[in-house]
């Protein structure tokens, strides 16, 4: 963390949670791919403008001040809000499964320089396109942004062949045993699912495609609905965790 008693950094900001009666602790994914977790005094009194600058998915540019457990907001400028000001509850339902995640996959002084870009990248096609996008691209774009991250975490899911014996001939999904399988070594690993046709192709495409790309690809429903669950499968298990934002989304 650079020296002295404050420092400048871009951020996004990827949740706020209340503090005493006029503050907020804002969770922050910095440009260098670290988290930071700092105090916005009085960000919640009436007339405040922290509050407004730092709502979920914003860019800002902060000066933070160093304290002892969580830093403290000095200043912030905001860079751009991709959401917009009022985002629909849809978008803002995929924003906050993308911050989730997002959240899970940072840390407090481990630096990644990928998340960033492409948190931003997410979150920028998701606003960017929030008038022209439906429910289905919208979970298209989480499910993504999901295999994207935590193929950069090493959780790469293997999709070309089948997992145990290499046939291309790839019929179910284990997120458990690592990806794709075929019928055959399906049957011996437990909760194996059996994935409608087309599936596997689509979660190829996911892992190859730009946001934007995908925001133009054709889509129905059901389908983006079975990768996102498939997504959700993909993250819960490989990160160790519960995800409730993502839950909430599938749920919707």
């Known amino acids: 963390m650079p020296g002295g008693k404050t420092y400048r950094t871009r951020a996004i900001v990827l949740d706020k949670t209340k503090l005493r009666e006029t503050d907020l602790i804002f969770t922050l994914l910095a440009q260098d791919g670290r988290q930071i977790r700092a105090v916005g005094k009085g960000a919640r009194k009436p007339g405040s403008r922290l509050a407004a600058r730092c709502e979920l998915g914003c860019s800002v540019d902060l000066l933070l001040a160093h304290g002892r457990s969580l830093d403290v907001v000095a200043e912030a400028d905001l860079v751009s809000a991709p959401l ?122 996911l892992m190859a495609r730009r946001f934007d790309e995908l925001a133009a690809d054709p889509i129905d429903a059901p389908c983006a609905v079975y990768i996102l669950a498939l997504a959700h499968v993909w993250a819960a298990t490989h990160l160790d965790c519960r995800l409730r934002a993502f839950e909430f989304l599938l749920g919707r």
Do not use: M, N, Q
């Not at 990644?112 to 996008?133: R, S």
């Not at 999901?146 to 062949?161: A, D, R, T």
């Open 84 to 205: 917009g000001p009022a985002p629909s509850f849809e978008l803002l339902s995929a924003a906050s499964a993308i911050a989730e995640v997002a959240r899970v996959c940072s840390f407090e002084d481990a630096e990644d320089h990928f998340i960033f870009p492409l948190t931003e990248k997410a979150f920028a096609v998701l606003g960017g396109l929030c008038g022209e996008l439906d429910g289905a691209h919208l979970d298209l774009l989480v499910a993504a942004y999901v295999f994207k991250l935590l193929s950069h975490e090493g959780y790469w899911p293997e999709l070309s062949g089948c997992v145990s014996c290499g046939d291309e001939a790839v019929s179910y999904f284990s997120a458990a045993a690592g990806g794709a399988l075929c019928a055959s070594c399906a049957s011996s690993v437990p909760g194996a699912e059996e994935v409608p046709a087309g599936i596997v192709s689509w979660l190829r495409a």
